[in-house]
Each structure stands twice: as C-alpha cells, then as structure tokens.
C-alpha cells in the first residue's frame, strides 16, 4: 500500500513521519529529492539534496513518481524500492499527492494540518525558514487545504506529536484491514 502523508509547510510532516517510521516496523520511508537547500539543522537524511540539472536529468529519464516545482524549487519521488511486506510512505506536497492519487486511486492519503495558522508560522519561523517564505507558505496553505479535501484526504491535527502518530497509526491499521477484508474503517 501507498501512503501518501501530506500537507501545508510546517505542520510537522517529517517529524511525524520520523515517529511513524520508528513506531511501526511495515512502514517504509521513500526519500524525496528536491532541489532547495538544507535548511540549518535539517539533517542530511531529511531529502536526497541535488542540483537543478541532476534534477532534470532525472525527470527526463522517466526516474520520478511524482514531481513539482513549490517557491522555484523542485521536489520529487523516486520511483520506491520497498523492503518485501513493507507499505511506501510518501512525505511530499499536495500537488505530488494529486499525481500519485492519478497513479494509484487505492493510495491512502493523510493531510496534516497545524492547530492554528499560528502555530504554523511559528514552527516555520523555528525552522530557519524567511521572512518572505513564511509569508508564501501561510498563503498556499489555503490552496493546499482544499486540495486535500478534494482528494479526499483523512485530516490529522498535528498538535501533540505522540497523539498525531497514534491517529495516523490507526488510520494505516484501519486500511489495512479493511484491504486485507477483515472489515471497514471506522
């Protein structure tokens, strides 16, 4: 199974994906590429960092799951090399998710939000982004909410980190069972 775990700028995306992935053995991360630079304290492992060109290269060659250019920059899926029995877990932005969904409607999607467009911009603030971007990611913030609706997204409030992963686990274990026929999600 696809896991697509999606949403706006600093909702806690990748720390709740870290959490996922030490929490439940069956789940395999796919590292995305992008071409932005590494934020400071961001660590190495956070994407696969590239050059615009090496970038290019890579979508010409047909190497990409899902791509797209957010704030000038690219961002994209390689196509994943999971362990065997494990399900893929995609990090990446609304408009990746929309190809993905495009790929495989059976994709499960997760939309994390933050409790309020406050704390939002002060987790992208602590994250070293600027001024200017923080600005840019608030207002695509709207635009990425409605596309999670319209893909029918499951929506998780990321407010405290060890509640998100325990809604997020548990929407993964209700699609697998109602995949395996064990039943439907409640």
């Given at each position: 199974?696809?896991?697509?775990?999606?949403?706006?700028?600093?909702?806690?995306?990748?720390?709740?994906?870290?959490?996922?992935?030490?929490?439940?053995?069956?789940?395999?991360?796919?590292?995305?590429?992008?071409?932005?630079?590494r934020?400071?304290?961001?660590?190495?492992?956070?994407?696969?960092?590239?050059?615009?060109?090496?970038?290019?290269?890579?979508?010409?060659?047909?190497?990409?799951?899902?791509?797209?250019?957010?704030?000038?920059?690219?961002?994209?899926?390689?196509?994943?090399?999971?362990?065997?029995?494990?399900?893929?877990?995609?990090?990446?932005?609304?408009?990746?998710?929309?190809?993905?969904?495009?790929?495989?409607?059976?994709?499960?999607?997760?939309f994390?939000?933050?409790?309020?467009?406050?704390?939002?911009?002060?987790?992208?603030?602590?994250?070293?982004?600027?001024?200017?971007?923080?600005?840019?990611?608030?207002?695509?913030?709207?635009q990425?909410?409605?596309?999670g609706?319209?893909?029918?997204?499951?929506?998780?409030?990321?407010?405290?980190?060890?509640?998100?992963?325990?809604r997020?686990?548990?929407?993964?274990?209700?699609?697998?069972?109602?995949?395996?026929?064990?039943?439907?999600?409640?």
């Open positions: 199974m696809i896991i697509v775990i999606s949403g706006p700028g600093g909702v806690g995306k990748g720390t709740a994906v870290a959490r996922l992935i030490e929490r439940d053995p069956r789940l395999w991360l796919s590292r995305s590429w992008t071409t932005r630079e934020r400071p304290g961001e660590p190495a492992t956070a994407y696969t960092f590239v050059d615009r060109d090496t970038f290019e290269e890579h979508i010409a060659a047909g190497g990409f799951l899902e791509h797209a250019e957010f704030l000038g920059e690219l961002y994209g899926t390689p196509y994943p090399e999971p362990t065997a029995g494990s399900d893929i877990v995609l990090e990446i932005d609304v408009q990746g998710a929309e190809q993905v969904v495009a790929r495989d409607p059976d994709a499960l999607l997760i994390l939000t933050a409790p309020s467009p406050a704390v939002q911009e002060q987790r992208l603030r602590g994250r070293g982004d600027t001024t200017a971007n923080v600005h840019k990611r608030l207002v695509k913030s709207a990425e909410i409605v596309a609706e319209a893909l029918g997204a499951q929506f998780v409030v990321n407010d405290d980190l060890d509640e998100t992963v325990d997020i686990l548990a929407v993964i274990d209700a699609a697998r069972q109602q995949r395996a026929g064990h039943g439907s999600p409640g």
